[in-house]
């Protein structure tokens, strides 16, 4: 069956360091792709997505591409800030019709000033 | 509302009793979810509705769970006879109208503690 796989944190860098957040999955078909974030005491928010391959997602100063070739969605940003920290959640969902979404089992990233 | 409303933010049950959790999904979304995160684990999918029919039940993990939803609004997710292993988040999303791709908005869940 579908599913993601996203490293384990905690993830914990200081301000301004590069980010990278590995996402895999294994899927049939060309299912779509998102990261979710749930920062501290809220909701999960969709914070980007692509539907194809090779489409890039931004928010945010977040980025991700969708790599049929290697089955990843790395999250990446350049420059991260206090105000990231957050768990970050990658996903997919099934374009064949069906509604579920899967998703990894998310990443604590904490940033220090 | 605003967003996804979940109550209560928190509760604590003894093992073999009934617990009751709500979500109010955004106003005009007709389509709600339920997940279940466990410690360690990712977002478990639950169960679905489309208004007020639920077109899939599979996740839900024994018939000790189940789950309504009335007016095409408020859902209810009933556990019955409650086991420590259903200690978990709750999670409650609504979307627009239940489309591929289709944006979801989160409750920030219900922590059930079963003792």
């Known amino acids: 069956g579908n599913s993601v796989t996203q490293m384990e944190g905690p993830v914990t860098l200081s301000e301004e360091a590069f980010l990278t957040i590995n996402c895999t999955y294994t899927?049939?078909?060309?299912?779509?792709l998102f990261w979710y974030v749930q920062y501290p005491g809220e909701g999960l928010q969709l914070l980007l997505k692509?539907?194809?391959?090779?489409d890039k997602g931004s928010n945010k100063g977040f980025e991700a591409t969708y790599r049929k070739e290697t089955t990843s969605f790395h999250l990446e940003k350049g420059s991260v800030q206090v105000s990231d920290s957050a768990v970050y959640f990658c996903?997919?969902?099934?374009?064949?019709?069906?509604?579920?979404?899967?998703f990894g089992t998310g990443t604590r990233l904490k940033v220090l000033a | 509302g605003a967003g996804v409303s979940q109550s209560p933010s928190n509760k604590v049950t003894e093992k073999g009793k009934d617990v009751e959790l709500r979500c109010d999904p955004i106003?005009?979304?007709?389509?709600l979810y339920w997940y279940r995160q466990s410690l360690g684990q990712g977002l478990e999918f639950l169960i679905y509705?489309?208004?007020?029919?639920?077109?899939?039940k599979s996740g839900l993990p024994s018939d000790r769970f189940s789950a309504e939803r009335t007016g095409g609004s408020v859902s209810t997710l009933t556990i019955q006879r409650t086991q420590q292993e259903d200690s978990a988040v709750y999670l409650c999303?609504?979307?627009?109208?239940?489309?591929?791709?289709?944006?979801?908005?989160f409750g920030s869940g219900t922590q059930l503690s079963v003792l």
């Open positions: 999303a609504s979307s627009l109208g239940g489309q591929e791709n289709e944006k979801l908005f």
């Open positions: 899927a049939t078909g060309y299912p779509s």
């Open positions: 692509a539907t194809k391959a090779d």
């Open positions: 996903a997919l969902s099934d374009n064949a019709g069906t509604y579920k979404y899967i």
């Open positions: 106003s005009g979304h007709t389509a």
């Open positions: 509705f489309q208004g007020n029919s639920a077109p899939d």
